[in-house]
């Protein structure tokens, strides 16, 4: 079993930036392959950002290429998510995801995700 707990989302304006962390604890987090979720009040959750159980590869949603970064620090057992130059659109609960799948399969398919976290709110100001 593992847990998840999400933290840093919060109002900021466009353009600006907010840093989310996730906490995992229970099994070992460096085994699992962890990723970012996000959903919009009346829309399905979507793939934000995914890293590799190493670190070394990380794949984006184009919705948010170059302006998020998706890092771990596996000695922490943490995953975080920069997200620069937001926009009004990036608004929405911001969930972290833990897969014993590869990187590719998650960025595919949430029916691979084995744990969710209960989510962090990210709202963006015009």
């Known amino acids: 079993q593992v847990q998840l707990v999400e933290s840093g989302g919060g109002l900021v304006q466009a353009g600006g930036s907010l840093r989310l962390s996730c906490a995992a604890s229970?099994?070992?987090?460096?085994?699992?392959?962890m990723g970012w979720f996000r959903q919009a009040p009346g829309k399905e959750r979507e793939f934000v950002a995914v890293i590799t159980r190493s670190g070394e590869t990380t794949y984006y949603a184009d919705s948010v290429k170059d302006r998020f970064t998706i890092t771990r620090d596996n000695a922490k057992n943490t995953l975080y998510l920069q997200m620069n130059s937001l926009k009004p659109e990036d608004a929405a609960a911001y969930y972290c995801?833990?897969?014993?799948?590869?990187?590719?399969?998650?960025?595919?398919?949430?029916?691979?995700?084995?744990?969710w976290g209960k989510g962090t709110l990210v709202t963006v100001s015009s």
């Open positions: 995801a833990a897969s014993s799948a590869t990187s590719r399969a998650m960025k595919a398919t949430k029916a691979v995700i084995d744990y």
């Open positions: 229970g099994r070992t987090f460096s085994s699992y392959t």
